[in-house]
């Protein structure tokens, strides 16, 4: 029988697939934005591509003359978020099955040339709580971060 491990990786690294198919596998690292607050479940991604961090419907900004553009289509944008919400709903089903704690917010970070992957995960409320703040603020937050600490 499988372990909720395992489970749990290869949700995580279908959303990292997904985001790799989207950008056709041209980036340097693929960001995974995963909320999943009193039953409201959001995503987002983003990519650093030639030094440059852009969110996804902004890819062709990152890119150097002649490269090949991507399709940044609002359809194929959407099609990435629902497989993203998709396995963070199973995530949260899983979670339940095994009775552990699903993480309110899930960042997850993947290095494409060096293979490496990595996640960050909260329990606490992220933004349910804030009168002003969305799940979409919180991701936006992260890009900002990100995008000025690439000194």
């Given amino acids: ?22 950008v056709e596998d041209r980036a340097d690292k693929v960001y995974v934005y995963a909320s999943c607050e009193e039953g409201i479940i959001s995503s987002s991604f983003f990519y650093l ?4 961090y852009v969110k996804s419907h902004k890819l062709n900004d990152a890119l150097e003359n002649g490269e090949e553009r991507y399709d940044v289509s609002t359809e194929r944008g959407f099609m990435v978020l629902d497989i993203i919400n998709e396995n963070t709903e199973k ?3 899983l979670c339940k099955e095994y009775e552990r704690d699903m993480p309110t917010e899930m960042k997850l ?39 000025n600490n690439n000194l």
Avoid: P
């Fill in 109 to 147: 970070i993947y290095d494409v040339k060096s293979g490496n992957f990595k996640a960050e995960y909260k329990y606490d409320l992220v933004y349910t709580n804030d009168d002003i703040k969305t799940a979409h603020h919180i991701a936006n937050e992260w890009f900002e971060e990100l995008k």
């Fill in 91 to 93: 995530i949260k089903v």
């Fill in 49 to 52: 591509i030639n030094n440059k």
């Fill in 1 to 22: 029988m499988r372990e909720f491990e395992d489970i749990f990786s290869e949700l995580q690294a279908d959303m990292i697939s997904i985001c790799m198919e989207y």
